[in-house]
């Protein structure tokens, strides 16, 4: 059976650029990575669940905030990662704080084998890029988002 994540790719304007906000995996794995390790706030649903309601659930839980939006959610085509995860994602006009981040955390063995389980957060930290950055960021498997969000924007 197919994972399946939901997800907001929230964007604002800033003057001629638009700005697309992400954020970056915590723990030690992904501590020192930074081109092609960022994503769009998201995280698995179950089979029962609508996926926009769990979209906006993970948000908050990965960041620790609410965003600010009178806009609507625009669905964006699923994209498929490199895990074979299948990502919902809808694109929306509005703004956060890209501060510090209070999201849940996971637990690890860490280092390995060294029977010492860690906690970490799931996101360490969170940011405005704009859309040429971002493609830098993000993870080749979302880069399909950063698209589709370009071509609505410019129709």
Known sequence: MTRKSAGLLLYRRRGKNTEVFLVHPGGPIWAGRDAGAWSIPKGEFGP?????????????????????????????????????K?????????DS??????SNTFSLEWPPRSGTIREFPEIDRAAWFTIEEARKKIFNGQIGLLDELEKILSD
């Open 48 to 84: 029962e669940e609508d996926p926009l309601r769990a979209a906006r659930r993970e948000f908050e839980e990965e960041t620790g905030s609410s965003f600010k939006t009178e806009s609507s959610f625009i669905p964006l085509k699923p994209v498929k990662q490199r895990n074979n």
């Open 97 to 102: 704080d890209a501060g510090p981040v209070a």
């Open 86 to 94: 299948l990502v919902y994602a809808w694109a929306v006009e509005g």
